[in-house]
């Protein structure tokens, strides 16, 4: 059966441009997901350490690689967001947050806050050695 022309369409994402709170809400998802995969490095990492010497070593020098810092950097910042943006949901659900202003301010605060927590744990991480 032909689509009339004079139908309307129903609305998709093109339709759409992204607003901080989306971009931000699927965000929020990714670090989830990326949260769940270091998480997953971080007990491979635990398990080498318990086995012994030689898988510890293997472990440990893909950890200290280019790759595997990259890898920890963004667990790390994607740890930062979730708790960031985890705090302003709790906002919303004691009913705070919701004018649009306000969720354009604090949304900038959770990219902020994450990336300076981010920077601030590495550089005291480093600094410690």
């Known amino acids: 059966m032909p689509q009339s022309s004079n139908r ?3 609305p998709h ?11 931000l809400s699927i965000g929020h998802r990714a670090c989830g997901v990326a949260l769940a995969a270091g998480t997953l490095l971080l007990a491979w990492y635990l398990l080498a350490a318990a086995s012994g010497p030689e898988a510890f ?7 200290s ?3 595997g810092r990259v890898l920890l950097f963004g667990w790390s910042f994607a740890l930062f967001y979730h ?3 985890g705090i302003r949901h709790l906002a919303w659900d004691l009913g ?4 649009i202003e306000t969720l354009t301010q604090t949304g900038f605060a959770v990219v902020l806050s994450a ?7 590495w550089v005291a991480a480093y600094l410690a050695r």
Do not use: C, D, K, W
């Not at 994402?13 to 971009?23: A, E, G, K, W």
């Not at 990336?115 to 744990?121: I, K, P």
């Open 8 to 10: 309307p369409m129903s």
């Open 13 to 23: 994402l093109q339709v759409y441009r992204p607003q901080i709170t989306s971009v």
């Open 115 to 121: 990336s300076l927590l981010t920077l601030v744990a």
């Open 57 to 63: 070593a293997v472990a440990h020098g893909f950890i």
């Open 96 to 99: 705070y947050g919701f004018e």
């Open 65 to 67: 690689s280019i790759i």
């Open 83 to 85: 708790l960031s943006n």
